[in-house]
């Protein structure tokens, strides 16, 4: 190459130059690229709750330095210079004694290498004479006698390393003699402080004290070296088995929620804001000890997110209120996340997620808000129209409508129909008319002729036969006295006696007001006198009441009427427009031709009840109702099995601005029913037709919360909650319990007995006394709890007592109503009542007999009337006491065929622990129980006492039922 | 036969068979009497001999089992030819030798000016070498299956446990020294030893023929650390270490009871409570002060030494840096036969026994 | 007409354009032919046009370099088609490769892949040992000595990661004893001498979770982590840098003479 | 390339800057490469070192090989406790003063031992080894004595036991400061 390389195309200074400056843009772009890396919000949240806890413990160190016993301290520190004192002194001494003990340590390791190396050698010797013993070699006699040598020199090393060990121990012990003193009083000096430095040791490792440790907090957090001892770390837990179902995968489920939620599993932080919370209910959630550990459970398996995310965003938190997610917008920048499967379930809503692992249970303990919407669930009958997982099998959620024309008029119906909220505030009917999407006036002409449709197809062809005429008069008044006290407001209310709204165990039965107006007398006093006449699957037991019972009862009701202003009555025909319906629904389904045929052959009549036929399937009537026609057609709605899984974009939010969420969207739906259809060209046959229910806004709620639970996810067997013997009786029971109200009456596991708040209300009214007296004294007339019924009462009786209740409580006005219980289902009961006390069932021991000489002496004088006087409130068979039978207790003859004999003693030694409220005076003082009885019977014991008595009423009365 | 086995089986315990290994290493490279075994003769007589031994132990059911393992096999294979390959160069170096002798060149003198085109002479050799490769791989992965045993389980530890074999000298090391020395220290000198090769070695003799007469001092440390520090230790590691690491004879059972005496003792303990019978240091650099002079004086002091007696002449024409590199490495390869033999004979554990901080020489 | 039949059909192959458009020059008859026949292919080209006939003798080179080269690209192209049916996951891993016995087409792959990774290590041991043997490694071939030396740890490394792939006992146990070392590196292993001095307080900044072995297992022991990063550098990391390193290594087998022999 | 050597010390072609202010710009050159030099490499050492970091993951899904037992003071000295034998297979062991963990399995074929109160030793229901309260061998076929494993005290005063790290006495590993803690 010739010689001129040296000539350049570019200056270089200049590239230098450019070289330079992308050199240090990419170093910036590097330490930013590393810094935006390091720089995670988790950090700072991480440091705020480091400096929390900080304060939080120096408040606490302050705390214990005070708590310190100064006394205690001041007199420690006295001794410990007295033992030092003494130790000097002993100085020289104790050097001489170092010195030996120096002596002895080295004694103690040669010796005891000794023995280590020659056992050592012993195990290998022994190993080798084994092998060659094994092999019938000739050295095996050889090996042997090495082997007894080496174990003889064993012995000998074992010999002086114990003799070296003595020494030593002797040697210790006399040292301990000098020492002791001081040591044991320096222990006692650290224990003194061993709370505080504890605390201390938290506090330094939360807040580094002093400038190096500060510095090094800083180091150990830095990029690129925070690998090594970060204080800052990800917190995460990975619970086993709790996989997450990715489409078609499972995949594990990595929780790291407590990378910032840092207080949730500890104590101390309940009243600190969000993220450091302390969990609430420990002892159910996240402890060690409770049913759903955090470390086997994780977050996100109930509260739902992004289990992986360490940002908040990310995280798909959801807020639970427009105020919270006012706060969250500023604070956290938070907006809806898009594309995110399964974000958070909103506070509110988050038992919905119980459901999953507790399936097949309509009880989960706990989840009080679920319980009460499943509960609302069933009795609304949303499983009439949508097929939900759990919902299988129950009969219609109303009445049969197949023979409509012995109950109510044809002008009655139509208006009911139109809008049932007008004539029963508080009915379960929902609306089906003059909603959102069908108001306007030509919908309204309409729906009416679609009513009359209706109305003319459930009253075409009843079934023959009706109620005979009423057997006499009734007296209202006498009716109102009965209705309040017999039992009838356990489920049913009537506005004119309520002061506030009643509970749902008491809207179990149909609300009765108007019912006057609603139904023919005659039907109304067969109905109470057997309702299974008419509606042979109805809830309603028979209450035995006499003719003239039900005669006054009828003419109380009949009392009840309508609303002011409200006229029962059917719309006026309009002929052109039933035509054109008509013609409208036969066009669907075949030619002009054929549907000119046909409207030839229709009159006016048959035209009305075809549209009728044709609107009740629109409106899926059948769902819930009994008709003539549709005994077997499928359920008209979505099916909801599902619906907590549902992806988002398959609810058509159409026009409606919420936001776009599962929850939101079903709200919304069961707020207004027909919004979605909201600027939506539609015919009449397209609209939405769900019908809008009488909720209020927490029914809604709680609804809402069921629907949620319906998930496709199936937790693994090992996580679901699998119901053993006694939990499935349980649930069988409560079915039963549920299906029956039997709560209404009864206080059964804690819930229930609503009656007792019309009781007392009696009370107040006719007795004028206090309220919070009359609530106390209504326990006592009320229903009795029932919780512990399995161990009360015998097996075989309670059977019988089921199936054919008769009276045991002579002062209670409420009857234990007959409900035709199946033998099945008596045992159910029972199953249950015995698993919930966990008694045995079905057979019981009876106490041994014969008794001990001079018990049952004894045992009558203690029911003498010098003693507890029994008889002066119990009934004894025939033998009736005296007095108001208001103040009147269970036969006691009946004692031994109803009570379990180990129940009488629990409930004589401490009745209102058993049953609080109960008129059972308390004869031993259970505060004093040793000294409670009369010294004078049985030698004063009180435990022999209580067996007498109970012995003495087992003898009372027949023999025992069923033996 | 069973007496034959009983002492070779006698033989193979670590002193003896390494001492042994060490003798033959050194007569049969530095006694001109025995150097006929580098003849072809002697060649194929040894080749039979060690294939009559292979044939002889695959008869034995435990000498079986070990040299048909799977991944034992190649180690068998790797045995002949390293054997083999040594003796070529050392056949073609003597040869070299004594043709330097009679003042004439190197066989491949001879030939090395000759240029001969690649095409097809070198490819056509290439191809045939893969095509005889491919069906050698091919024959053995058909008579051979690769192993495959239970599933990964980290709760169950095999006995023995070994590294993939050819790291079983740096395991075999491990018996003499902690896993800093056996597996970091030591591997990494290797290779700096090697790669620093060039850079130390002042001979300029022997480059690109075979010779031994020239380069002895090289060949004997190369083939030193080759063959008896890095081969035979994996013969040892994969032949004879069976469970617990203990040592087996290859005709012995491995007997997971087997028991040998564990009486190992640091220098430390030796001195002080042996010797001064006082109780060892609290102080870990006053415990350890003996070893520790003894370490640096290995290191410090015999260079110095070496350089004015044994290796003056190297001291002279290499300068003090390549000097003392080569020095410490020789040392370092040393030090290795030099703590076996500690251990042998006087049961040494450590020399230096710092395990506060884990340093232990 | 008549001429042509006589004519063979390699003849004729060798005449079309096609062949001439590949291989541009006449048949390696002649000198010239000879030579453009290695300097115009480019995977002959490797190879310099002439060479030393000592350098020829397999009695001199033992072949090893080329052996070894050679089983490199048997690994190269059995691991590349292995990696078809192998899934790097603790799941997967070991189920994968009995497959690779009971059902996969040509699964006897995994013999041949695994035997020549045998034949590999000791085919680089010997190449390395023939050239000591003959002192090629003394000027001017110090540097391509050093190549060879990392040649030879990567071959190793290369070995000791593939060990692990197929996930049984023997794998993780070897592997896991094999890393074990890697504790006891000065300061950077938790077990190594000095990294007990560092230590803050009661904090140690060397500890299981972040020593050398860690970062070679992505965990505290052999796992999932240590499955998938031997794949990785087992499949591409290292292969990359050896192949990097290879080509330096021929270049310079011919930059710095070709083949040894004496001076 | 044959450079000629004397090519490089021929002047520039470039036509030289202004005489007056050469040496500036002789010092500007020098700078400015420095400076491009020594940012691109402060570049490629920031991204090498995070690449480093990248081998370190932040978090592990290792099943715990570490676990908290409680406070020293829980536990009877002279006694062996079993309450992890189970869930992570250790004998935790409060004898002379200190505390020690034992690793359940038998040095023998790996079986899990059980401790006999009544006869104050370790029984291997396998094959009859026998350990003494302190995991030493001293009958049936065990070679060795049971491993300890490492034991120290967490900041909260809990004893923490890391089953990461194995002690052998055989090793001399028991004498470690880490393998006991002091009670």
Redesign the interface.
Known sequence: MPAKNEEYARSLPLLNKVFAWSSLGLLAGTVWMVWDDYYRPWKRVQREFHALTAKKTETAIQQAEQAVDQNALKQIQEDLKAAQAQADQRKREHDALREKLDRADVLVFTTDTHYKNTKSIYDATRFEYEELSHQNSARAAEQQEKLRKVESLLAEYKLANEKALATQAELKKQEEAILGAEKVLEKKRADLFAGVERLQKKLAAVEPQGFLMKSFEVMRNAPLVDFMAPSLKIQQVVPNGQNKDINFLTIPRVDRCQTCHLGTDQTGYENDPQPFTTHPRQELFLAGKSPHPVDKMGCTICHRGLDRATDFFDAAHWPDSSEQQAKWTKTYDWAPKAHESSPMLPKRFVEASCLACHSGVVHISGAAKWNKGRDLVERVGCYGCHKMRGFEGLRKAGPPLTRLIWKTSPDWAAKWVENPVAFRPATWMPRFFGLANNSSPEEVARTREEIRGIVAYLFEKPEPGGFPRLPGKGDPGKGEKLITSVGCLGCHAIARLEKTPPTLRRRFGPNLDGIGSKAKPEWIYAWVKEPKNYFPETRMPNLRLTDQEALDITAYLTTLKAPEGWEPGEAAPNPPLLDRLVEQQLRARMTAEEVQAKMASFSEHDKEVYLGQRMITRYGCFGCHLIRGFETTPPIGTELSEEGSKEVDRFDFGYVKIPETRHDWITQKLENPRIFDQGKVKTSDEKLKMPLFNFTPEEREMVVTVVLSFVKEKPPLSSTYLLDARHKALEAGRRLVQEHNCQGCHLLEGEGQEIRATIARKMVEEEGIGEEDADSRAVAFSPPFITGEGARVRSDWLFHFLKGPTPIRPWLAARMPTFGFTDEEADTLLRYFTALSESPFPFETPPPQPFPPGEMAAAKTLTSKDYFNCFSCHQQGAKKPEGDPSGWAPDLALANSRLRPDWIVDWIKDPQKLYPGTKMPTFFDPASFDTSGPDDVLGGDENLQIKALRDYLLTLGSARMGS | MQGFKAAVDGICNPPILFSLIFALFFVAFLWKRVHWIWTPKACILLLTAGLAFVGFGLTDPNFHAILTKP?NV?IV??LF??GF??W??MY??LKNDRRTAANL???????????????????Y??ML??IL??VL??V???Y???????????A???NP???????LG??EMLVYY???I????L?GLI?VG??A???I?PN????????FAE?KW??LT?QFG?LVLWVMMIITGTFFRGP?QNFFGPFEHW?????????N?NLS?VIW??VF????PQNWLVRESFGITLVLAYFLLVPMVLGRTLFKSFFEKMGMVRYQILVFLLLCMVSLPIKMYLRWLFNM?YVVA??????NI | MAEAPKKSLFALLRESQVWNSIFRHGPPDNTRNRSLAVLTNVFLHLHPVKVRKSGLRLKYTWCAGGTTFFLFLVETVTGLLLMFYYRPTSEYAFSDILDLRSQVPLGIMREIHRWGAHAMVIAVWLHMLRVFMTGSYKPPREFNWNIGVLLLVLTLLLSFTGYLLPWDQLAMWAVTVGSNMARATPFLGNEGPGAALLKVGDISLVHAGDDARFALLAGRFVGSGALLRFYVLHCVGIPLVAAVLMAVHFWRVRKDGGISGPL | MPDDPKASAAPSPVPAPPAAGEGVTRRGFLSWIGVAWVSFSGALGVASLSTLRYFFPNVLFEPPQTFKAGFPDEYIAGQVDNRFKESFGVFMVRDAGVIYVLKAVCTHLGCTPNWLEAEFKFKCPCHGSGFYISGINFEGPAPRPLERYRVVLADDGQILVDKTRIYREEKGEWQDPESFIVA
Not at chain 2, 106 to 123: C, G
Not at chain 2, 161 to 167: I, L, Q, R
Not at chain 2, 354 to 359: G, R
């Open positions: 991944d190649p294979g790797m030819l390293v390959f040594s070529l160069s073609l170096g060149p190197p066989v491949e003198k001879l030939e090395s000016e000759i240029k001969i085109l690649v095409w097809p002479d070198l490819v050799t290439e070498c893969m490769w491919s791989l091919i053995w992965s058909i051979l299956k690769a192993p495959i045993e239970e599933p990964a389980n980290p169950k530890t095999p446990s070994k590294a993939p074999w050819y790291f740096l395991q902690d896993p800093w056996a597996g970091v220290l591997p290779i090697l790669m090769l060039p850079y070695d300029k003799k022997g480059n690109g023929y075979f010779t380069r090289e060949i190369f080759f617990n007997d997971v009871h087997k028991l040998v005496p564990l009486s003792i303990e409570v042996r019978n006082v109780g060892l554990h710092i395990p506060e901080y884990f340093f």
